[in-house]
């Protein structure tokens, strides 16, 4: 579980909000993401509030790191599914804000434990008139085998943005959209997003921001 964690940190805390800035038009998708990861790796192991586990440290490397390439607002609404297009405009927004909460608060105490692992990546398996491709790597730990970890990314009007990402086979749109449907079947959408708050006002309210 601690080193699940860990390699989502390393991944997943770029869905922590939503963005509408864009990445360099001619830069390539594996080119891309294996910038964003070094990018935070670095920042992580560097940061000395990071590493304590300053959720506001974790927020501005969010903002600041990876805001500009993750289409966030696409992975919150696969993550929905069908129940994303019945929702209204405010419950959507209302589910994206507390969805992005959620995400920087699972993760952050992870990144502080970020240490000497590094990226590998694959050789992209792309066209070049694909929209949509799935860049693969391995995170090399200091014991035990390298961790496949994989990211679906999209071409859109404003460059590519990240999506979704696998770690140990599991989609993370498929985890959360198994949950969502739980929370909707049980109390609708507004039951869901009620889920969330509460959620994250738990997490909130323990001392360090971190979960368990």
Do not use: C
């Not at 790191?65 to 405010?90: C, E, N, S």
């Not at 993370?172 to 708050?197: C, Q, R």
């Amino acid at each position: 579980m601690k080193l699940m964690k860990q390699l989502l940190a390393m991944a997943t805390i770029a869905f922590a909000t939503a963005t509408q800035a864009a990445a360099p038009a001619t830069e390539a998708p594996d080119a891309l993401v294996k910038r964003i990861s070094q990018d935070v790796i670095d920042t992580a192991k560097a940061d000395k509030g990071i590493q304590a586990g300053d959720i506001n440290r974790v927020n501005q490397l969010v903002e600041t790191k990876i805001l500009p390439y993750v289409d966030f607002q696409r992975m919150t609404a696969l993550a929905a599914g069908r129940h994303w297009r019945t929702a209204t405009p405010d419950q959507q927004q209302r589910l994206l804000a507390e969805f992005r909460t959620l995400l920087v608060y699972t993760y952050s105490g992870a990144l502080s434990q970020i240490k000497n692992e590094t990226v590998e990546f694959k050789p992209l398996r792309a066209a070049a008139d694909d929209t949509e491709v799935e860049v693969r790597s391995q995170v090399n730990v200091a014991r035990g085998e390298p961790v496949p970890l994989n990211y679906r990314v999209a071409k859109t009007p404003t460059g590519w943005k990240i999506y979704d990402i696998n770690v140990l086979g599991a989609w993370l749109v498929e985890t959360y959209k198994s949950s969502f449907n739980s929370e909707i079947s049980k109390g609708g959408f507004d039951g869901l997003i009620k889920a969330l708050a509460d959620k994250n006002k738990a997490l909130a309210a323990r001392p360090s921001a971190k979960a368990k």
